[in-house]
């Protein structure tokens, strides 16, 4: 098993950029797929990106691809998602996630409690 705790979401004007940080505890974190997902009031949780375990393999919502880029370093248990343009529609609660399973798309086991990311026009 595996623990999850987000950090670095804001409040930021449309265009700004933004850093999460998703830092990991438990099981060898090079063992897991890494994903971020958000959801936004009153709509269901969305995928936004994910990596492999080495990083080789990323994928993106998209609606984010050439805007944001998830990264990792396993030396530092910890998964990046950094966000440029930010837009007002990327506002929402950004949760970290995590699997054992190789497939980036589908389910993931494994839950951080969310950072908000709010975007103002």
């Known amino acids: 098993q595996v623990q999850l705790v987000e950090s670095g979401g804001g409040l930021v004007q449309a265009g700004d950029s933004l850093r999460l940080s998703c830092a990991a505890s438990?099981?060898?974190?090079?063992?897991?797929?890494m994903g971020w997902f958000r959801q936004a009031p009153g709509k269901e949780r969305e995928f936004v990106a994910g990596?492999?375990?080495?990083?080789?393999?990323?994928m993106y919502k998209i609606s984010v691809k050439g805007r944001f880029t998830i990264s990792r370093d396993n030396a530092k248990d910890t998964v990046y998602l950094q966000m440029n343009s930010l837009k007002p529609e990327d506002t929402a609660v950004y949760y970290c996630?995590?699997?054992?399973?190789?497939?980036?798309?589908?389910?993931?086991?494994?839950w951080g409690q969310g950072t908000q990311v709010t975007v103002s026009s």
């Open positions: 990596i492999s375990q080495n990083g080789d393999n990323t």
């Open positions: 438990g099981r060898t974190f090079s063992s897991y797929v």
């Open positions: 996630a995590a699997k054992s399973r190789s497939v980036l798309a589908g389910s993931y086991d494994y």
